[in-house]
């Protein structure tokens, strides 16, 4: 009887029309202004470099991680002063074992510190490390408490992906001049291409996610998810081009294709994608269109692709020969280069540069840590009836792929981000919120 009790209580809780809250029947909130300023701090490097914001007299990235500390600080002692009290309904997630497993990854993490040089480079990657990429993999867990907490933290990121997004496709249609700096490839707000598709694609990924559950209408949808698309197809960014091509497909086959009234709409998603990536291709300049296509046709004679594979087939030949890695910024002294002589800092796999750089001890954490937290999410996700779950897995995977093949650990602080939220987030019973083909 008592477990009863408790199932109808939470189906209570959760209950309600969409577009109004699940308690007391207030309107739903879509964005919190603490979603907003770690979704800001994640992205700020996106967008500081911009002319626009050259008026602000303090680096944004800072400036931003301090609000967040701010936030989440009044967070823990709002919750220090309660904890004699019943605890809150609907805290979805956990803190002490996402927080040790953090912990252990980060202690580890320090070893390479111990031994070896430090030239310059490498102080400046290890302190990046064990200040903004720490915070980014921790501060997580004191800002977000609900679902409700998770899916605003989606949306925020969502915002900014679209601003990027709406700023590089009109560049794309009026037909402006693309600068020298980023190779003739679109980009936005002073963004690198990369930066650009990274954001512009984990946007897509979730407003697609919302709409596959029934929470989004298809009249707002489509434009969205289209200039996404074109924004990440005219970066001429192949990580993020091909995390969205994996993240979004597998995520239909794991919790929508079960019914079919759901695999109609699975299908009708996958189609409008498609499309907006043939619209991105017809739009985007020549510079993207032939990166893309040389990856597509299996070509990898370009200066970026062959550069790629001199970088993991150094990688692949030295980690079994340093057990203790290289050090943090040991691959930039290994003088591996592209074909145009342009020098490659890391091996754009966080894999491999865990187990080069970090050792092999490293590397087996930080592999176990994320595998764990995809399956995590996947199992809330097909068992929970959750959005919030389904979305934490899609964005998760996203990221995780595009890191595989871009850029270096403190670049992908945002994976930490979703690891850390996919260990810790408990998931909602099945009674307590829609199935994924309910409306």
């Known amino acids: ?10 189906a209570r809780a959760y209950a309600g029309p969409r577009g109004v809250s699940r308690r007391r029947g207030r309107p739903r909130v879509a964005l919190s202004f603490r979603g907003l300023a770690f979704a800001g701090f994640l ?7 911009s002319p626009r914001l050259a008026w602000l007299p303090v680096d944004l990235t800072l400036s931003l991680v301090v609000v967040s500390m701010l936030i989440a600080g009044g967070l823990v002692v709002q919750a220090l002063l309660a904890r004699d009290k019943a605890r ?10 996402p927080m040790a497993a953090a912990a252990v990854l980060f202690l580890f993490l320090a070893l390479p510190m111990l031994g070896g040089e430090h030239d310059a480079y490498s102080i400046e990657k290890t ?20 679902r409700g907490d998770l899916e605003r933290f989606y949306n925020a990121l969502t915002v900014l992906g679209l601003i990027m997004a709406v700023d590089a496709s009109a560049t794309l249609l009026t037909g402006h001049k693309l600068t020298e700096q980023t190779h003739g490839r679109a980009s936005a707000w002073g963004a690198s291409p990369l930066q650009l598709g990274r954001v512009a694609g984990l946007a897509a990924v979730w407003i697609v996610v919302r709409w596959l559950d029934r929470r989004a209408p298809l009249l707002l949808v489509a434009p969205a998810v289209g200039a996404l698309l074109v924004a990440v197809v005219g970066s001429g960014s192949r990580g993020p081009l091909l995390a969205v091509s994996v993240a979004i497909p597998l995520s239909c086959l794991l919790f929508y294709l079960t019914r079919v009234r759901t ?3 699975v299908l009708l998603g996958l189609a409008i994608c498609g499309g907006f990536l043939v619209v991105g291709m017809r739009l985007a300049p020549d510079a993207a269109t032939e990166r893309i296509a040389r990856t597509v046709s299996g070509d990898f004679s370009g200066s970026s692709e062959e550069g790629r594979a001199r970088a993991y ?15 943090w910024g040991g691959f930039a002294d290994l003088n591996v280069k592209t074909p145009s002589g342009a ?37 809330l996700g097909m068992h929970g009836g959750d959005v919030a779950a389904r979305g934490l897995f899609a964005v998760l995977l996203y990221l ?15 994976m930490l981000s979703f690891v850390v939220l996919a260990l810790a987030y408990r998931g909602v019973p099945r009674a307590a919120g829609p199935a994924p083909d309910a409306g």
């Not at 720490?134 to 800002?143: D, G, R």
Request: charged fraction near 15%; charge should be positive; hydrophobic fraction near 50%.
């Open 43 to 49: 992205c700020a490097g996106a967008f500081k470099a």
């Open 343 to 379: 020098p490659i800092d890391y091996p754009h796999n966080f894999v491999l540069e865990a187990f080069l750089e970090g050792g092999w001890l490293v590397g087996v954490l930080l592999s176990a840590l994320v595998l764990g937290a995809l399956v995590r999410a996947a199992s």
């Open 313 to 327: 087939e150094r990688s692949l030949k030295l980690i079994p020969a340093h057990p203790l890695g290289i050090g």
């Open 127 to 146: 302190t990046r490390l064990f200040t903004l990429t720490l915070v980014a993999a921790v501060l997580p867990l004191a800002l977000f408490r609900t």
């Open 88 to 97: 809150p309904r609907g805290s979805d997630l956990r803190t002490m074992e």
């Open 1 to 10: 009887m008592p477990a009863i009790t408790r199932n109808m209580g939470a």
């Open 400 to 414: 995780v792929v595009n890191a595989l093949v871009s850029g270096d650990i403190n670049g992908n602080r945002y």
């Open 263 to 265: 695999a109609a709409r």
